[in-house]
């Protein structure tokens, strides 16, 4: 007993040995390591030494190199004092910089301004002399808020941006960019999976185990097709010889042409390709076909869907029209369509598309209208219902005269309701016509592209003519206007100011300068008395400035139309390819497309889409009187609900 009770201590004792050696060990193998840090750390510190007595070396090199150095200066010095001459430096632009001769008259100009002895330009920095030669200086810079002849070029012409070929360094690309997928979330996907882990293991007995995995996403064209729609509509007879029609889920309900041979989605789908991508009918027929592989429909059947479909929805959109000229303020201008069949006159003449739009916190929409006149009585027409709304048009006489004469009408109802008086003040006062009529608001960038045009082709080659001067100063005044509604508008975007605060900002801000812009012209105009162009610019932007301030009024408005001529740019695209409406009724159901397509757009809605849906709900709706049309507004839908409806 005593023996093993020996052998179990000795165990005991060997194990706690044993224990305390691999505490040893383990400790050993941390110093060796700290000692190989620290030798790497030695080695480091060494060659740090190493570089530190090379570079100064280097620095000893380089002070006796100063000295050299400074007397090579005190001699250019001597030679800046020879050679510091306007005609010397000039000649020094043309051959190291190459300028063209232009560029050397505005230098010359520019030195012969600024030019010091160099006794007086010691201290001055060598980057702020060669800034003077591209910018006047800071006292003309402050002569240039006054009116006379010094141009600021700086504030008419910016330096375009030359962006440098191949990628960018941190900048994602549309090549590089895999965010666009997350867009299509919820479309059909097609998912390949490239695993060959049975092949490795067949083939060359391995034991794997999984490592990682990679996914690549790209965009994928689907090539269009046609499929047949085969509606099978089961009827019933009950014993007393009633006959009973399935009605549950029966596409046919939607159809808005009973028994056709298209369904709404070829139809919207042709309507769209037409009015927003151009393509005529009688090429979408040809591509259809070759989808089908074999002829399945032709120009006449599509083009007759077209006009039936435009002319169906026409009640949307005039109720577009209606709810556009209700706003506190819209936008309204015209574009030439020619019409081959002219319904008075025979044969081709140029007919018109109309247009109006709105961009406000409420409503984003767009209408259209074709007429075969440019008469102001259209526009009145257009115009009819509204009040208490500003129009922004360009110069055209016929909105001019429809304003008139809505406004006149609107005083002769209030002379009959409340006195005479009181309908006379409503013409002569603006302030009546803000609270009851209408007010014309003019465009900046149609008087603007006069004076632009006028320099760009004549006095840009004669930078020191007066008109050079006149058109360069009245671009500069614009550029400010400009600047100042970014600014404002950014912070109103930003939420940062109320609707009330920018107003009166963008007011305080730009009626000074636009006072001044009207004293220049006025004061320029005796200048140029033989240049009838540049006469002709100045007159027309001197007639139109009382209108030209109304925006100042409105938040929703700019100093220029552009949101209704980008919104015509549509058209005018579609006319290259389609040339021509054949007829009037064309023309009409174009108006009616284009509108609602344009206006679904604005409103974040798949155009196709809404048109389809539109299609299907007017089929249900047929005559009935006691539906509201406005829950069929695109402003009043959501995309998902009408992209789920698109495959009923």
């Known amino acids: 007993m005593k023996n093993q009770e020996e052998l179990k201590i000795l165990q005991q004792k060997l194990a706690q040995a044993e224990a305390k050696f691999n505490q040893v060990s383990k400790v050993n193998k941390n110093i060796t390591k700290k000692l190989k840090e620290s030798e790497n750390k030695l080695k480091l510190v060494e060659d740090k030494l190493k570089t530190t007595q090379i570079e100064l070396k280097s620095t000893e090199i380089k002070l006796k190199d100063s000295s050299k150095s400074k007397e090579l200066l005190e001699r250019l010095v001597e030679e800046f004092k020879e050679n510091l001459d306007i005609s010397t430096m000039v000649k020094w632009a043309n051959s190291s910089e190459r300028f063209n001769k232009s560029d050397l008259e505005n230098l010359k100009t520019l030195l012969e301004k600024n030019h010091v002895s160099y006794l007086d330009t010691k201290n001055q920095d060598i980057g702020e002399a060669g800034n003077s030669l591209s910018s006047i200086s800071t006292s003309d ?90 509606t099978v509509i089961y009827y019933y007879i009950d014993q007393n010889g009633t006959i009973y029609k399935s009605k549950e889920n029966n596409p046919c309900l939607y159809d808005f042409t009973v028994g056709g041979k298209v369904t709404n989605r070829t139809t919207s789908a042709v309507a769209i390709d037409k009015v927003l991508y151009g393509q005529p009918i009688n090429l979408q027929a040809n591509k259809l076909n070759i989808f089908a592989g074999a002829t399945v429909v032709n120009t006449q059947l599509l083009n007759n869907q077209f006009l039936n479909a ?230 027309y932007m001197l007639k139109q400035y009382d209108n030209l301030e109304k925006y100042l009024d409105y938040v929703d408005l700019t100093p220029d139309n552009n949101f209704q ?40 809605l798949n155009p196709t889409h809404y048109v389809k849906y539109l299609l299907d709900e007017m089929a249900l709706i047929q005559d009935r009187i006691d539906i509201d049309l406005k829950r069929l507004l695109p402003w009043n839908l959501e995309s998902k609900t009408i992209d789920k409806l698109w495959y009923r």
């Open 310 to 539: 435009g002319l169906y929805l026409a009640p949307i959109s005039e109720l577009i029209r209606k709810h556009i000229i209700k706003q506190n303020s819209f936008h309204a201008d015209e574009t030439r369509l020619l019409l081959v069949n002219h319904p008075i006159k025979k044969g081709a003449k140029l007919g018109y598309m109309w247009s109006i739009s709105c961009k406000n916190k409420n409503l984003q929409a767009v209408y259209y209208r074709f007429d075969s006149t440019r008469k102001a009585k259209v526009a009145k027409e257009i115009f009819e219902g509204c009040g208490n709304s500003a129009i922004q048009v360009d110069g055209y006489s016929a909105y001019v005269k429809a304003v008139r004469e809505i406004n006149h009408e609107m005083a002769l109802a209030i002379a009959k309701e409340e006195g005479q008086e009181i309908g006379d003040e409503f013409i002569l006062q603006e302030s009546f016509a803000k609270l009851h009529g209408l007010t014309l608001v003019a465009c900046m960038a149609h008087c603007r592209r006069k004076f632009y045009s006028l320099y760009e082709a004549v006095y840009k080659k004669k930078p020191k003519s007066p008109g050079a001067v006149t058109c360069a100063k009245v671009l500069a005044y614009i550029r400010k206007i400009y600047s100042i509604e970014r600014s404002c508008r950014q912070q109103l975007n930003d939420k940062k100011i109320t609707d009330e605060v920018f107003v009166s900002n963008r007011k305080t801000k730009t009626l000074p300068i636009l006072k001044e812009l009207k004293d220049f012209l006025i004061k320029r105009k005796e200048k140029h008395t033989t240049e009838k162009k540049l006469v002709d610019a100045i007159n």
């Open 141 to 230: 810079k402050a002569q240039s808020n006054t009116i006379d002849d010094t141009i600021d070029l700086d504030d008419v012409f910016e330096e375009p941006v030359i962006k440098k070929r191949g990628r960018q360094p941190n900048i994602k690309t549309s090549g590089r960019d895999n965010t666009v997928f997350s867009h299509l979330k919820g479309k059909e996907e097609l998912e390949v999976i490239v695993d060959d882990k049975k092949t490795l293991l067949l083939d060359k007995n391995l034991k794997l185990k999984f490592f990682k995995k990679e996914e690549r996403k790209q965009l994928d064209y689907v090539k269009e097709h046609l499929r047949t729609r085969k």
């Open 565 to 604: 001529e980008s919104a015509l740019r549509t058209l005018v695209r579609t006319r290259k390819t389609s040339l021509f409406a054949s007829t009037e009724i064309g023309a009409k159901a174009w108006a009616s497309l284009i509108t609602l397509a344009q206006s679904a757009i604005m409103n974040d």
